[in-house]
């Protein structure tokens, strides 16, 4: 063990690599900006200068080697008075309008500030430099008078996603996060994936929110009918913007607070996850036995989809038909559920809560419009944003009584929630797969192959005649380390699932922004635990799925289906 002192307080610790983590560790308060624990430490912000015993300098905790025999001071006047003139130097070059910003009550510069009582008082001098607001893209809005240098956006779109469209250019008060020759992000190879927005602790990348037009119209219902779904990922992490912890589970405690909200109908994106696997899986089974173009990928992840347009178009013909859930229940809403209501599909507001911000982008595509030409998903609120909706309605999220979802688009099994996770597409398409093709259930639910974080899964099934070979992909950066070696040859599979996202969606870029290093885990913990708490587990025997098709699709790939929960991709 290490042994060291902070504060003349001794301790020792066998885990900890930096001096910050040591501080960590023992509850010791140290300030960060640009440090996340899931990305790279940089030294840029300098908020976390400490004292030591080894020479005169400050040094920055979080890029400092914890060495045996140290004496850590991060209280002293001097550690204090050099937090406060480093962040009275990032509000001179900070745009505070803290009131509009989407950051607002979850921005780490604002605690900070509030915390050391730091006064505003630098004379601004961003104005003449940067200036520039890129809402270009509809999924997400870059603010740079707001940013801070902090390397976090940088880091996330290259390291973790591997797709490299921000970097850092210019010095000193003029330096700034920039796409290549600065064009607006929707001209780049930007797959609206969040993850900047997800790790910026500002608020100078953030979701294109739809709070204020989803507050319209639910104040402002006009005779209309506002439908909510929710996705999968949502339910283990919203919580988490009321303090609690990730991966408790909250599902009817959210679906309260949407009906509090002022929806009139909370149907659950669960149900079309369900649906989505005797869609998908029939395709499956079709390709393999009528030798369609395999392997098969799955298309619920909409940064992906972006993925293969923008990047992979060699591609398009792998990727399923199927909509993803959102867009499938969406269609089925406006098409099918409002006309047994007796409406029109206009009379219909679709509203979904997802944990991405590139299904604000999907929810905009041509092909997902009505055959009068509406959206089928009219506003995509993230997780994020739900939060921040019920907080400024001022609903008691923590003591509301649970409600349960509408039926019947609200019923769903434990195969339709483990979507949330990476793998979970696969192992609820294996479990209805296999037992339709051969008759019987597979031998255990929980195919653990499939399941955890190594970017790169592997496995094969005895499947009758032959072996279905599987693979699962998550993170941009393995996707496109898969696609390589799927050209070269070196891989070879029937189906395969991707999602842009470490985790999957609950890692996805519209989820609460955590600051722990473990909160995909725990979230992964709570998915799975929704799962086998259902009495149905396997998409096929979800009651609700065999009515509509019993009533209205027939059957899998039907001409209805193919219409209403199928489409296509362009490059
Ligand atoms: Fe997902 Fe999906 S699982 S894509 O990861 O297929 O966003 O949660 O809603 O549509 O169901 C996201 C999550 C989500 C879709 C489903
Ligand atoms: Fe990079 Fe994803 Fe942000 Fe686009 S959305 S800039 S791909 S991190």
């Avoid at 900006?33 to 400490?50: A, F, N, Q, S, T």
């Avoid at 996603?161 to 921000?166: F, H, K, R, T, Y």
């Avoid at 008060?173 to 602790?201: M, Q």
Wanted: net charge neutral; with cysteine.
């Amino acid at each position: 063990a290490i042994k060291f002192t902070i504060n003349n307080k001794k301790y020792e610790s066998t885990t900890a690599k930096t001096i910050l983590e040591a501080c960590r560790e023992n509850d010791v308060y140290v300030p960060t900006l640009c440090y996340h624990p899931m990305l790279e430490p940089v030294g840029k912000c300098r908020l976390c200068l400490v004292e030591t015993n080894f020479g005169g300098k400050m040094v920055p905790a979080c890029a400092t080697d914890l060495r045996d025999g140290v004496e850590i001071t991060t209280n002293s006047p001097r550690v204090v008075n050099s937090v406060k003139s480093n962040l009275g130097l990032i509000l001179a070059t900070h745009n505070q309008e803290c009131s509009s910003c989407e950051a607002n009550g979850r921005c780490e510069l604002q605690d900070l500030v509030y915390r050391y009582g730091v006064e505003d008082k630098f004379p601004k001098i961003f104005e003449k430099h940067h200036n520039m607001v890129d809402s270009s893209s509809p999924a997400l809005i870059r603010d740079m008078d707001k940013c801070v240098l902090c390397y976090r956006c940088v880091q996330a779109c290259s390291l973790l996603q591997g797709m490299d469209i921000l970097s850092m250019t210019g010095r000193g008060v003029h330096a700034i996060p920039k796409t290549a020759f600065d064009s607006p992000i929707s001209e780049t190879e930007c797959i609206n994936c969040g993850a900047c927005s997800f790790y910026c602790p500002v608020g100078a990348i953030s979701e294109h929110s739809a709070v204020r037009r989803t507050l319209d119209v639910l104040e402002n219902k006009n005779g209309k009918i506002v439908v909510f779904q929710t996705a999968p990922a949502t339910r283990v992490a919203i919580s988490e913007e009321f303090g609690m912890e990730p991966g408790d589970i909250s599902t009817g405690r959210m679906v309260a607070a949407i009906r509090k909200l002022g929806a009139d109908v909370v149907f659950d994106t669960n149900f079309s996850a369900d649906l989505t696997i005797m869609e998908e899986g029939s395709e499956l089974l079709d390709r393999v036995a009528n030798g369609g173009t395999l392997p098969m990928f799955t298309s619920c992840c909409p940064g992906w989809i972006n993925m293969v347009e923008k990047l992979y178009p060699e591609f398009i013909p792998n990727l399923s038909s199927c909509r993803s859930p959102q867009g499938m229940l969406s269609s089925i809403i406006k098409n099918h559920w409002a006309e047994k209501m007796g409406r029109k599909p206009e009379d219909v507001i679709v509203v979904s809560v997802m944990p991405c911000t590139a299904k604000k982008d999907e929810a905009r595509r041509e092909e997902l419009k009505t055959e009068s030409g509406i959206p089928e998903t009219d506003i995509v609120l993230t997780t994020r944003e739900l939060g921040r909706l019920i907080k400024l309605k001022k609903i008691p999220f923590l003591s509301l009584e649970e409600s349960e979802y509408n039926n019947p688009l609200g019923e769903s099994t434990g195969a339709a929630v483990i979507f949330g996770n990476t793998g979970g597409v696969m192992e609820a398409a294996l479990r209805t797969a296999y037992e339709i093709a051969l008759e019987k259930p597979m031998p255990t639910l929980n195919y653990t192959p499939v399941r955890g974080f190594q970017g790169i899964k592997e496995a094969t099934i005895p499947f009758g005649e032959i072996d279905l070979k599987v693979a699962v992909v998550h993170q941009a950066s393995n996707i496109r380390e898969y696609l390589k070696k799927l050209k070269n040859g070196e891989v070879e599979h029937h189906f395969v699932e991707f999602m842009i996202c470490k985790g999957g969606c609950i890692g996805g870029g519209g989820e609460p922004k955590s600051l722990t290093s473990d909160y995909l885990e725990r979230r992964m913990k709570g998915i799975y635990n929704i799962d086998e708490r259902k009495t149905t587990r396997k998409s096929h025997e979800n009651q609700a799925v065999q009515q509509i098709y019993e009533q209205f699709f027939e059957k899998p790939l039907s001409h209805k289906s193919h219409k209403l929960l199928h489409t296509h991709y362009t490059n």
